[in-house]
C-alpha cells in the first residue's frame, strides 16, 4: 500500500482553490433569530404512541358499535329513537360511546394534521386548514359530550 | 404527467394510501354521525326522520361501504402496530398485509346481509 492509493483520485482537479473558494452552503434548517431557544419536544413521539394505543381501544370500541348498529338485530332496521333512549338508559353504554367519541375524534384530528402537513405546502394554507380542523373538532367533541350527558328520553 | 415517473410502491406504498384515504372518510362521517345522533336532544322526530335517510336503499348501500372502510383501517392499523412493536413485524409486513384483506373479505361477505337485510326486505319482500 503505497501513500499515492489513499489520496482521493478528484484531488488533483478540484475546481476550488484559494482563489476560487467553493460556494458557502447554508446548513438546513439554519438556527434564526426567530427560532424557540428549544425547538425539540416530544409532541410527535406522544402523537405516534397515542394513534397506536387509541387504534387499539377503537377497534374493539367501534367494531362493537357496528355489530350492535348495522348487524346484529336486523341492522339498521331497529334504529330510531327509542333504539338510542333504551341504550343511553345504561351508564355503560353512555360510557362506551363517551369513549369512542373522544378517541374517535382525537384519532381523526391528528391523522388529518399529519395529511394536513404532507399535502399543504404553503404556510397560510396549513394554518387555515388546521385552524378549520380543530374547531371542528373541537365543535364535535362538546356538542357530542353534552348530547350523551344531558340525554332526556322523555324530551316529548 | 411525463410517463414513467409516477411512483407506484408495493403492498407497503398501496396499503399506506388505503390507510390515509379510508381515515379521511371515517373522519368525515364521524362529523356528519354526531350532527344526526345530536338531533336526540331535538325531538324524537327530528331524530328518527334523519335515521330514515339512513335506511333508505342508496344510503344503506354507503353504510356497508362504511363499514368496510372502517375494518380496512381496523384489521390494517393492527398490522401497522405490529410492524412498529413486533421484532419481525417489517419482515412479514406483506404477508400481514394479504391475511388483513383475506380477513376483510371474509368479514365483508358474512357482513353483507345482516346489514343490507332492510334493503333486501324492502326490495325484494321478506
Known amino acids: ?156 | 404527467m411525463p410517463a414513467g415517473t409516477l411512483y407506484r410502491g408495493r403492498e407497503g406504498m398501496w396499503s399506506w394510501v388505503a390507510h390515509r384515504v379510508t381515515g379521511v372518510l371515517i373522519f368525515f362521517f364521524l362529523f356528519v354521525h354526531v350532527l344526526d345522533t345530536s338531533l336526540v336532544r331535538v325531538s324524537p322526530e327530528a331524530y328518527d326522520d334523519v335515521v330514515a335517510t339512513y335506511k333508505t336503499p342508496i344510503v344503506n348501500l354507503m353504510e356497508y361501504g362504511l363499514v368496510a372502510a372502517i375494518l380496512f383501517h381496523a384489521l390494517n392499523g393492527l398490522r401497522v402496530i405490529a410492524v412498529d412493536f413486533w421484532s419481525k413485524g417489517p419482515k412479514y409486513q406483506r404477508q400481514m398485509l394479504w391475511s388483513v384483506v383475506g380477513i376483510w373479505a371474509v368479514l365483508m361477505l358474512g357482513a353483507f346481509y345482516p346489514i343490507l337485510q332492510h334493503t333486501l326486505r324492502e326490495l325484494f319482500g321478506s
Do not use: C
Not at chain 1, 139 to 147: A, D, E, P
Open chain 1, 1 to 156: 500500500m503505497s501513500a499515492e492509493t489513499t489520496t482521493p483520485a478528484n484531488d488533483a482537479v478540484s475546481a476550488y482553490d484559494v482563489d476560487h473558494p467553493a460556494p458557502v452552503i447554508e446548513a438546513p434548517r439554519a438556527r434564526t433569530r426567530k427560532t424557540p431557544k428549544t425547538t425539540r419536544t416530544n409532541f410527535e413521539m406522544y402523537g405516534w404512541l397515542f394513534m397506536r394505543l387509541s387504534g387499539i381501544v377503537l377497534v374493539v370500541l367501534v367494531l362493537g358499535h357496528l355489530l350492535i348498529q348495522l348487524v346484529l338485530d336486523g341492522g339498521v332496521t331497529k334504529i330510531g329513537f327509542a333504539f338510542v333512549a333504551g341504550r343511553w338508559a345504561s351508564p355503560f353504554w353512555q360510557a362506551w360511546d363517551l369513549i369512542m367519541l373522544w378517541l374517535a375524534t382525537l384519532h381523526g384530528a391528528n391523522g388529518l394534521r399529519t395529511i394536513i402537513n404532507d399535502y399543504a405546502e404553503r404556510d397560510n394554507t396549513r394554518l387555515w386548514l388546521k385552524g378549520l380542523l380543530y374547531t371542528a373538532a373541537g365543535f364535535t367533541i362538546v356538542l357530542g359530550t353534552l348530547v350523551i350527558f344531558t340525554f332526556d328520553p322523555n324530551i316529548r
